[in-house]
């Protein structure tokens, strides 16, 4: 793994907004990110925490306010993405590995061995040669994670990973982002699922109307959130 120095952080959003065609998704938005406790987004649909997400991420460009990582703008090589629905490309599995290290500067005599190496890690050695999508949902999943593995990236952001899979598949997907947390790579994860969230978070950034209603840890949240939608949230008051 990379050197995750924690003087690259914290992540701080200072009033950040997002609008598009007239309309505001995100606004005001305030949030500082420490680098070793895993965070998780939770909030209703139509919150804006995949706005949110991007926006960190620098998918999106923020319309109002900044974005900073340790005082400086994001360097896009400290990050990773993965996806609800996993991006991959017409080729095989290590193949896809290959490519995103290679898109990333990493001299050809590495990439096969950090590849292998990846798919190791995520379980998948056995698959390094078949075309990436042809394998199952939950596999293609952890090639994508592998990928994003591979990259050694300070901050991983996550949105939705195990939406489409089985409880099985989804809890080897959870298994994979604690070890790769574990390593110490910053996670950002948004997921509806709350026995998840209690399994993974470290703290919650609560999200309602584009707006960060709460960041409390997660225990405290579960327990006795601080605000009244993340009250509403947990008692299924919020669709």
């Not at 139509?46 to 949110?52: E, I």
């Not at 990493?106 to 998948?124: F, M, P, S, W, Y």
């Not at 948004?190 to 950034?205: E, K, M, P």
């Not at 709460?214 to 993340?230: K, L, M, V, Y």
Request: hydrophobic share 45%; glycine share 8%.
């Amino acid at each position: 793994m990379a050197d995750h120095a924690n003087g690259m952080f914290p992540l701080a959003l200072r009033e950040v907004g997002f609008s598009a065609a007239g309309l505001s998704i995100v606004r005001k938005l305030h949030l500082t990110l420490d680098a070793e406790r895993r965070t998780v987004m939770l909030g209703p649909n139509g919150a804006g925490k995949s706005v949110t997400l991007r926006l960190m991420h620098g998918l999106l460009k923020a319309t109002a306010g900044e974005i900073t990582w340790g005082g400086q703008r994001i360097h896009p090589a400290a990050q990773a993405m993965v996806f609800q629905r996993p991006v991959l490309l017409r080729r095989s599995a290590r193949a896809n590995i290959e490519y995103a290290l290679d898109l990333a500067g990493v001299a050809q005599a590495e990439r096969t061995a950090r590849a292998a190496a990846a798919l190791d890690r995520v379980g998948l050695g056995h698959v390094a040669q078949r075309p990436a999508r042809v394998l199952s949902g939950g596999e293609q999943q952890r090639v994508a994670l592998a990928r994003a593995w591979a990259l050694a990236p300070r901050i991983l952001f996550l949105d939705e990973p195990t939406t489409s899979l089985d409880p099985a598949a989804s809890r080897e997907v959870e298994r994979i982002i604690a070890e790769i947390a574990a390593g110490g790579t910053k996670i950002v994860m948004i997921t509806h699922h709350l026995g998840q969230a209690r399994r993974l978070a470290d703290d919650i950034v609560f999200m309602h109307d584009g707006c960060i209603t709460e960041h409390t840890p997660a225990d405290q949240f579960f327990r006795q959130p601080q605000s009244p939608e993340g009250d509403a949230f947990l008692k299924g008051e919020l669709p």
